[in-house]
């Protein structure tokens, strides 16, 4: 026992050293929510290359794609604690932290990609000092392609989907399906397949991408292009960590943010057709929205803009004037 008492702290210490991030030749953890398949989830890796490279193998970020390290709704709380260095997430799910990361959710808000680029510099100052925080840093953002309908009919009015069970992936959809009169259900990009051949959902509003990496043609009929929002995720990394990194690697890894930045507005313009190409390939039928439901959805929009900005009109006043400047 007394063996114990002496032998426990000097443990508990070494432990604490072995854990403290060194500045020189460290290995890093980037959780990613995606899979391979995906555009953001390929940045990740060459935004990790960059910086292998730059700094000689001094900073070597291991990158852990499709939640295989932390599951999607740990990964901000686990760069926060430090448990890993730096992480991905999809700015939505953080919804309910602050207002501020739902506006990456609300539809019809921003439909284009000039529109959400414009719409994510009004938005990051805020964005910014929220994650500081938090006690994190943003390093870059990856837009995915603009989310549309997915369902197992033809829709031409919300009448027709009304009752039914819609995925949610964040507190915004879930808003978004209640108003649309239909049930939200959270379900994650893996288990979106059998969600849908066991009846747990009937309808999702996501990109062309996750319904081609998840063979939606197996399960669905219907891809209707509302395109009504352009959702992104970001990678945050622990602000004590990165301090602690001489200047040089600082700045390795800030240009490769940048680098990574850029190419995900480059490069989704063509995922998307790429895509949506994918699913009329095979077989699913690929349809611009009727009048009527571009109206009904835009006027959702509508309230759903509204009800955001009264949750923190200090905060998103400002931001939403930027936007529409
Ligand atoms: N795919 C992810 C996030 C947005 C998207 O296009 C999903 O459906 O969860």
């Known amino acids: 026992m ?57 900073l070597d970020i291991k990158v852990h794609s499709g939640a295989s390290l932390i599951k999607h709704p740990e990964i901000p709380r686990a760069v926060r604690t430090g448990q890993v260095q730096l992480g991905e997430v ?4 953080m919804g309910n932290t602050h207002p501020i990361f739902k506006h990456d959710n609300i539809p019809f808000l921003a439909t284009d990609y000039e529109q959400a680029h414009k719409l994510w510099e009004a938005a990051k100052p ?5 994650l500081n925080k938090e006690g994190l840093m943003l390093l870059y953002t990856v837009p995915w392609p603009a989310q549309s309908l997915y369902t197992k009919k ?48 009937d309808a999702m509003i996501t990109s062309p991408s996750t319904g081609a990496n998840g063979q939606a043609w197996d399960y669905l009929s219907d891809f209707t292009e509302i395109k009504a929002w352009i959702p992104k995720n970001f990678v ?10 001489d200047k040089e690697t600082q700045k390795a ?3 490769a943010a940048a680098k990574a930045e850029a190419r995900g507005w480059d490069e989704v313009v063509a995922q998307e057709a790429k895509d949506t190409k994918t699913l009329a390939d095979n077989g699913i039928t ?34 939403l004037n930027a936007y529409r400047q």
Do not use: C, H
Not at 178 to 189: A, E, G, I, S, Y
């Open 154 to 201: 033809p829709v031409n009015s919300l009448a027709d989907i009304a009752g039914t069970k819609m995925r949610a992936y964040s507190p915004s959809t879930s808003r978004l399906a209640d108003l649309m009169n239909t049930t939200p259900t959270t379900v994650q990009v893996p288990d979106i397949p059998q969600a849908f051949s066991t009846g747990i959902i």
């Open 2 to 58: 007394k063996l114990l008492k002496t032998l426990l702290p000097a443990m508990a210490f070494t432990a604490a050293a072995m854990t403290a991030p060194s500045t020189l030749a460290a290995q890093w953890n980037m959780p990613t929510p995606y899979g391979d398949a995906n555009l953001p989830t390929q940045i990740a890796y060459g935004f990790a290359e960059d910086i292998k490279e730059s700094t000689g193998g001094e």
């Open 253 to 255: 890894i800030l240009d």
């Open 236 to 245: 945050v990394v622990n602000k004590r960590a990165f301090k602690r990194l």
């Open 126 to 130: 805020e964005i910014e000092k929220q």
């Open 286 to 319: 690929v349809t611009k929205p009727s009048e009527q439901l571009l109206n009904e959805l835009q006027a959702i929009g509508v309230t759903m803009t509204e009800e955001w900005e009264a949750e923190n009109p200090q905060a998103l006043t400002p931001v």
């Open 90 to 93: 999809f700015i939505g799910i």
